[in-house]
């Protein structure tokens, strides 16, 4: 049994595709029942990509399944990618690469401290990642030449470059399928059809695969983007071009694909919860995730999740959530880490990422995600 729904709808798709499986999928959907009646919305359902990975999840790992499978089609020995300090998607990408054999450097820009950065970055150490701090995009940019560089004078072969998040237009075909997976899930009546989905976006690839796959598969739920990364790096526009180009990719290798219209409309993009910036946790986004806790014993992060779930808990005091079907797709990785991270010194880091160790966590992060 083909496990992609998105391969047993266009299985031509899945001759032209590269795709390694790295998740379990489908990933489970409940109905947060308690949650639910905490915040007055009876139908509250949340899609588990917590679960994705057996080893790491979070969405990063069906962006993954066709990033690394590309590399594996090419035979490239190393990847190569890039983000904060404390990005979920570099350690995804070195859990993954590691697995499959393949090393894995991650160029690693500066972000507001956290508990979670530290255990990122020790568990990326675990998984024989090499992290290597960039002070700004400028020297990133430089960094990633001469990688690209060496790996070609080490083995003949460029390193494959795995982009920020995932979010090209092979990684977002992770999401499309994911649509079309929650369309298989609808008709199976494990969820009726949503109104609305909350999801955060950073890299964009997420939202962009799900309005994408939505529309092809014929669902008439509105995905509602949350922001939480700067405007420009991630906005509507941008997000356009990438659900384009996707589209494009996969009318290309299947004639069959759903020539669907990417309209305007369908990639407003709600900014109000983002915050002060990049990986500052909001006072609400802190709600949010003790709520979860509390009720769930799901972690939420409080650059990602919590603020998505932040703007469900604003919607639903702001009574625009009554009576409707509410999807939260919890994007971040619910697997224990601690193994990974116990055995290991920061002082085995490079220097720059000491003073993630060394210097205090933002004050409003209150040790739910360590
Ligand atoms: C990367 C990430 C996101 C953002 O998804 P994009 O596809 O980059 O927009 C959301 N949540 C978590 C937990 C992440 O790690």
């Known amino acids: 049994m083909k496990e992609l729904q998105l391969f047993r709808e266009f299985p031509v798709l899945e001759n032209e595709l590269p795709h390694v499986r790295l998740a379990s999928l489908p990933t489970p959907v409940e109905k947060l029942t308690t949650v ?65 054999g393949l090393k894995c450097t991650s160029l690693l820009l500066p972000q507001v401290n956290a508990h979670y950065v ?68 609808i008709v199976e009546g494990k969820l009726p059809e949503p109104d609305f989905i909350y999801v955060p976006m950073g890299s964009m690839g997420t939202s962009t695969g799900l309005i994408l796959g939505l529309k092809a598969a014929g669902l008439k739920s509105r995905v509602i983007p949350i922001r939480v990364i700067e405007e420009n790096l991630a906005g509507p526009k941008k997000m356009m071009r990438l659900a384009q180009k996707t589209l494009s990719l996969l009318c290309k290798l299947d004639p069959t694909f759903p020539k669907v219209k990417i309209a305007k409309e369908d990639f407003a993009v709600r900014d109000d919860c983002f915050g002060p910036g990049y990986a500052h946790f909001t006072d609400l986004a802190v709600e949010a995730s003790k709520l979860m806790k509390d009720e769930t014993g799901i972690t939420l992060n409080g650059t990602y999740s919590a603020k998505a ?62």
């Open 309 to 370: 779930f932040s703007a469900i808990l604003k919607d639903a005091r702001n009574l625009i959530l009554r009576g409707k079907t509410v999807l939260f797709w919890n994007t971040y990785n619910s697997r224990d880490l601690s193994f990974a991270v116990k055995n290991h010194d920061y002082q085995d880091l490079p220097q720059s990422f000491h003073r993630y160790f060394e210097e205090d966590v933002q004050p409003l992060d209150s040790g739910y995600d360590k």
């Open 118 to 185: 530290r255990r990122n970055l020790l568990a990326g150490f675990h998984y024989n990642a090499r992290l290597c701090y960039c002070k700004n995009f400028v020297l990133l940019f430089g960094m990633l030449c001469c990688k690209l560089l060496a790996g070609y004078l080490k083995h003949g072969k460029a390193s494959m470059i795995v982009p920020a998040g995932g979010s090209c237009p092979l990684g977002v075909i992770g999401y499309v399928n994911g649509a079309f997976e929650l369309q298989k899930q």
């Open 36 to 100: 639910g009646d905490k915040i007055n919305i009876p139908n509250l359902y949340i899609k588990r990509d917590d679960l994705t990975g057996r080893e790491y999840g979070g969405n990063k790992v069906r962006k993954l399944e066709f990033l690394l499978g590309k590399a594996l089609r090419r035979k490239s020995r190393e990847v190569a990618t890039f983000g904060f300090a404390g990005s979920n998607h570099a350690l995804a990408t070195a859990i993954y690469a590691q697995k499959l």
